[in-house]
């Protein structure tokens, strides 16, 4: 069973800057993409973005573009989360995953087949 594990939540400041991080247990899983989700309490779980894991292809939601920054290094098998000027509505339960398609790269929550247990972000304002 493949394990994901998020860390680097937090609280900040509106406008300030925090980076997840998400780390697999295992390299041997199908894995063509990675995605980071989040959930605001009452609020149904929303796709932040992903990353070709063997490429470079990004997509980001329209809401985080040129905000947040989605990377990886694959020698640690680690990805990121670079959240910059944060805002009060990003905060939410942030998770990351996993999709053995490529079509896990623009958002569908059912292309992914492991996920972290999630991380809490607040911004205060």
């Known amino acids: 069973q493949v394990q994901l594990v998020e860390s680097g939540g937090g609280s900040v400041q509106a406008g300030g800057s925090l980076r997840l991080s998400c780390a697999a247990s295992?390299?041997?899983?199908?894995?063509?993409?990675m995605g980071w989700f989040r959930q605001a309490p009452g609020k149904e779980r929303e796709f932040v973005g992903g990353i070709m894991w063997r490429g470079e292809l990004t997509y980001y939601e329209p809401s985080v573009k040129g905000r947040f920054t989605i990377s990886k290094d694959i020698a640690k098998n680690i990805l990121y989360l670079q959240m910059n000027t944060l805002k009060p509505e990003d905060t939410a339960v942030y998770y990351c995953?996993?999709?053995?398609?490529?079509?896990?790269?623009?958002?569908?929550?059912?292309?992914?087949?492991?996920w972290g247990q999630g991380t809490q972000i607040t911004v205060s304002s």
């Open positions: 995953a996993t999709s053995s398609s490529l079509r896990g790269l623009y958002g569908n929550p059912y292309e992914y087949d492991y």
């Open positions: 295992e390299r041997t899983f199908s894995r063509e993409a």
